[in-house]
């Protein structure tokens, strides 16, 4: 009896994998050493975030004992302050959330770029037709074996191609406030937020650095001579 044909889908020979991209980003030595700079770049308006929290309980205690005690004006005073405190804390913790998903994503994009190549050697030596990830949403897997889960081997392999230098100095590039042939800015000890990168690269607008303020240039030509030296700094954007 003659052998019949393949069945389809088998005609093409090669392994298959999977795995977690995420993960593996985060895993590498150079997504540690971005997940601690992001954590120290936010970790003072952190603490200033539960700084304000504490104020408004604080606050919210001195109302509660107030009660049968107070005026009607201390009463509406403390209200009031309250009030104008937690929408502060509101506004800050937003303004906190988007600049560290911008930062994060900032990160996942650019060391994203390095996993995909490395992701593309990897198959093309090991004979790998495909290579799912995992960590994406609505991904169609359901279920794998461990056995087909590459995520630890690339991150070796991303390792040896994008070595960490010992002692590398963790501050963060605060987004990306480099040179775009529009403005210039240079980090302190306090970082620059996104937001404020944004402001400089336009070329446009007033930022207050310290007691001082400092006008960004209007116009490209002007601009481009610009560089702003950014100490510990206010977030006003006036």
Do not use: W
Not at 38 to 43: E, P, R
Not at 70 to 81: D, F, G, N
Not at 208 to 225: F, M, S, T
């Amino acid at each position: 009896m003659a052998q019949g044909a393949p069945a389809a889908g088998t005609a093409a020979s090669g392994k298959v994998g999977v795995l977690n991209v995420r993960q593996a980003i985060l895993s590498t030595a150079e997504g540690k050493l971005a997940s601690a700079e992001l954590q120290s770049q936010f970790a003072p308006r952190q603490t200033e975030l539960e700084n304000m929290n504490k104020q408004i309980n604080d606050l919210r205690q001195r109302l509660a004992a107030c009660e049968g005690k107070c005026s009607q004006e201390e009463i509406a005073r403390l209200t009031t302050q309250g009030q104008r405190l937690a929408q502060q804390l509101q506004r800050k913790q937003d303004e906190m959330q988007e600049d560290a998903n911008a930062a994060q994503a900032e990160v996942f994009e650019r060391l994203g770029r390095k996993v995909n190549d490395v992701l593309d050697r990897y198959a093309r030596e090991n004979g790998y037709i495909l290579l799912l990830d995992y960590s994406a949403q609505n991904t169609p897997i359901v279920n794998f074996s461990p056995q087909v889960d590459v995520t630890q081997e690339i991150v070796r392999l991303y390792d040896q191609a994008y070595p960490v230098k010992a002692g590398a100095a963790s501050q963060p590039k605060c987004g990306n406030a480099t040179a775009h042939g529009e403005a210039v800015a240079v980090c302190a000890e306090n970082h620059i937020s996104p937001k404020i990168a944004r402001t400089l690269r336009s070329g446009r607008g007033v930022l207050r650095v310290g007691d001082e303020l400092q006008r960004v240039p209007d116009g490209a030509r002007k601009a481009r001579k610009a560089l702003i030296l950014l100490l510990p700094y206010s977030r006003n954007i006036l």
